[in-house]
């Protein structure tokens, strides 16, 4: 079993819907991100947080610690979402150097 | 703020042969992180330096593999010997602090293709 798990795998919606990836972890951490990949590969970095909840623009990101599980909202959905969003965690007093990736939630809005 | 670079953006190369490519992370971070991704899949840790030391490894970095940093800016990572196994996206990322819990921020990759 990964240590962090990522639902749905795809995810396919139109236009304007509400949306919501989630990730849940099983190891303790210090911090948790939300990545943004589009196909030519490169990263962008939305979110990290350790607890809570932050938002930005339409991007909404949570967080609850007790259940080790994050969710990442995208409000009024648009085509140029498409991506791959990619939930990665720091462990808590493991190694202090790497992140450890979910397999990602590849997304596709449809106009 | 320029970002992270990686050069070059694809490389095609035949299996035996050796391999290097080089990150330039922003200015003045000093952390250097580099993974490994296989398509459909997410990233993996490989190995990362705080200014020009090497502080971990990850186990699937081979013997085959090494990474430099020698004046604590730009790094660079060689395959020797490369296997079809090595086909993958290489990815840098850099951050500032002393701490790991800091945002990364990420390069464009380098996609690797040894035919």
């Known amino acids: 079993k990964n240590e962090v798990e990522q639902s749905p795998q795809n995810l396919t919606a139109q236009e304007g819907e509400f949306i919501t990836i989630n990730c849940s972890y099983s190891v303790g951490i210090s911090a948790l991100h939300w990545l943004q990949q589009h196909p030519g590969g490169g990263i962008v970095s939305l979110f990290m947080?350790?607890?809570g909840k932050k938002k930005h623009g339409r991007l909404i990101a949570t967080i609850n610690i007790q259940e080790k599980h994050s969710s990442l909202h995208i409000t009024a959905s648009h085509p140029r979402d498409s991506a791959v969003y990619i939930c990665a965690v720091l462990n808590y007093g493991g190694s202090q150097g790497n992140l450890i990736f979910g397999k990602g939630t590849k997304l596709s809005v449809k106009p | 703020d320029t970002g992270v670079s990686q050069n070059p953006r694809h490389k095609i190369t035949k299996r035996g042969q050796n391999v290097t490519f080089r990150c330039d992370p922003i200015?003045?971070?000093?952390?250097l992180y580099w993974y490994r991704q296989t398509l459909g899949q997410g990233p993996e840790f490989l190995t990362y330096?705080?200014?020009?030391?090497?502080?971990?490894k990850s186990r699937l970095l081979s013997d085959r593999f090494s990474a430099e940093r020698p004046k604590g800016s730009f790094s660079t990572l060689e395959i020797q010997r490369t296997e079809q196994g090595d086909s993958a996206m290489y990815l840098c990322?850099?951050?500032?602090?002393?701490?790991?819990?800091?945002?990364?921020?990420f390069g464009d990759g380098t996609r690797l293709s040894i035919l």
């Open positions: 200015s003045e971070h000093n952390r």
């Open positions: 330096f705080q200014n020009e030391a090497q502080l971990e």
């Open positions: 990322a850099s951050s500032f602090g002393r701490y790991s819990n800091q945002p990364q921020h």
């Open positions: 947080l350790s607890s």
